[in-house]
């Protein structure tokens, strides 16, 4: 019988397959996670100093800037630390909290854009009763929702890899740690849970985005309906925003979790897009193609010192 010692630390090797690029990937991905801290917490700032902005759809973008300021702060810290020539070693609570808010806050994000899909189908097909159906209170009701959801799956996720054994080896053959390369170190039969983990993965994202085209399809048939070219041209803008993070945020996702043969150096490369970019971009997605944030954020570039009296 094998003497098998408790795995209480993991080694992080970091994406395959770059080995001598350390130095250029850390100042490309310092530079992109700069880019997204500093865009989402401008458009949390101008959103915040607008009194115009106060409305449901800012709201939920506010809580999507947010969110995407944690997301990348979940791996990018720890990735940029060892690629600077420190240690590449993770604790193992360290590695469980990792896994824990990646899940946290990527379902959350998940649950956070079929509610902006819900909120953009109330506005464009029931503009009249629009203040009545997203009140102050529905509004904290669907944003306390998509975070106590996003906790009970990533609950689920995390309790579901590490109630296996790690006795074994303890290289993760990633930059982070996820459920696929966990499981593989694992000490115990892990094809069950891989199913089971699987499905869970997939049917999330799944179910959240029927809802999302079902919303966006009853939104395209109302906005044909519109006589007026400025408004179905003001229609048609908004939403292609939130359309175009919506791809953006479920492309990674389908590539990385709901493909049947893995490749490591492919699941890398994007999810650092997904985790690094996506959050980057969606500053610029949301400000360059709406009037009313970028004017926002102009005038609080201007002068900033008009927020704490908003506040």
Same mark, same amino acid.
């Given at each position: ?5 408790? !795995? ?55 809580? &999507? ?30 590695? !469980? ?12 994000? +998940?649950?956070?854009?079929? !509610? ?10 029931? @503009? ?26 990533? *609950? ?8 296996? @054994? ?32 699987? *499905? ?12 999302? &085209?079902?919303?966006?399809? +009853?939104?395209?048939?109302? *906005? &044909? ?28 996702? !389908? ?28 500053? &610029? ?27």
């Amino acid at each position: 019988m094998r003497n098998l010692s408790v !795995v209480t630390q993991f080694i992080l090797l970091g994406i395959p397959n770059t080995e001598g690029l350390e130095t250029m990937l850390f100042a490309l991905f310092l530079s992109f996670y700069i880019f997204t801290l500093m865009g989402n917490l401008l458009i949390l700032l101008a959103i915040i100093s607008s009194t115009r902005l106060h409305t449901p759809m800012y709201f939920f973008l506010c809580k &999507l800037s947010i969110f995407d300021i944690f997301f990348p702060s979940v791996s990018s810290p720890k990735m940029l630390f060892y690629l600077s020539g420190n240690s590449r070693a993770i604790s193992y609570a360290g590695c !469980v909290c990792q896994l824990f808010f990646y899940h946290f806050l990527g379902c959350t994000e +998940c649950f956070l854009y079929t !509610v902006m899909a819900y909120d953009r189908f109330v506005a464009i097909c029931y @503009p009249l009763r629009y203040s009545i159906i997203m009140s102050h209170r529905v509004c904290a009701i669907l944003a306390t929702g998509t975070s106590f959801f996003g906790c009970i799956q990533a *609950i689920f996720l995390t309790t579901l890899t590490f109630q296996l @054994p790690y006795c074994g080896p303890n290289e993760v053959d990633y930059y982070f740690c996820d459920i696929p390369v966990m499981l593989k170190l694992a000490c115990a039969d892990t094809s069950a849970l891989e199913m089971v983990g699987f *499905i869970s993965v997939g049917l999330m994202p799944l179910s959240c985005f029927l809802l999302i &085209l079902t919303s966006y399809s +009853c939104i395209v048939f109302a *906005i &044909l309906q519109i006589r007026s070219a400025e408004g179905r041209r003001r229609a048609f803008s908004t939403c292609s925003a939130h359309l175009t993070a919506i791809l953006l945020f479920y492309m990674p996702v !389908v590539l990385i979790y709901l493909r049947p043969t893995p490749s490591p150096w492919l699941d890398a490369t994007v999810q650092v897009l997904n985790n690094l970019v996506t959050p980057m971009l969606n500053p &610029l997605i949301y400000s360059l193609r709406n009037k009313e944030v970028k004017s926002s954020l102009w005038k609080f570039l201007r002068n900033p010192s008009f927020l704490p009296e908003q506040l």
